[in-house]
């Protein structure tokens, strides 16, 4: 995150109905699994979502992780902790919260083809169209020339802090950081969000 992006926060509400949208097309598909793999950290609430709305009981996780905000040191993915359960002989469902690079899912194919599994898919809430992995159900494409930064709920800490310090630099001055987030991110937080995350900076 070398420049401030242009940001989305999605909802809960959003984050309900891109669920329902996927357990439809999933049904639909007739692609209901026997195991639901989850990338930590962003598809643990997804795929939780999916269990509950497809009556899949089994959720096990695999991380595929990226170095800090965005990208290992050398832009890829790295698995760094593998399946918490097996998968050999199993339909797996292997879900995230979005499709970016792409390259968390697709590490995550060959882990669990690795695993045996007899049956792969893959679902995320939101596909942006740059992605060179595209996943097999997605409820939401976010078109190439209209990329956000998609700030979900359960990462909205995490992500406020990160952009809240590049947006604040060296200013004391939280209305400043607040002014630049809403002007150049499109992302309008309270002052008490800023003053929780910059909290270790003398402020204004």
């Known amino acids: 995150m070398d420049e401030l992006p242009r940001c989305r926060r999605a909802t809960w509400d959003d984050i309900d109905r891109w669920a329902e949208t996927l357990a439809e097309r999933i049904r639909a598909a007739d692609r209901v699994p026997d195991t639901i793999v989850g990338l930590t950290r962003g598809g643990w609430v997804p795929s939780r979502l999916l269990s509950d709305r497809l009556g899949v009981r089994r959720i096990v996780s695999l991380r595929a992780q990226h170095w800090g905000v965005t990208a290992t040191p050398t832009g890829a993915a790295q698995v760094t902790e593998g399946l918490s359960g097996p998968v050999a002989g199993q339909r797996v469902l292997i879900v995230d ?66 952009l809240a310090e590049k947006a604040a630099g060296d200013s004391p001055d939280p209305e400043a950081a607040r002014r630049k987030l809403r002007e150049r991110c499109g992302l309008d937080v309270p002052r008490a969000d800023l003053e929780r995350v910059l909290g270790s900076r003398p402020l204004g």
């Open 97 to 162: 919260d979005i499709t970016d690079t792409g390259e968390s899912l697709r590490l995550a194919v060959e882990h669990v083809t690795d695993g045996g599994a007899a049956r792969i898919t893959t679902a995320t809430l939101l596909h942006i169209a740059h992605s060179k992995f595209v996943p097999d159900f997605f409820a939401e494409e976010i078109p190439r020339d209209a990329w956000v930064w998609v700030v979900f709920p359960w990462n909205y800490w995490e992500d406020l802090r990160a």
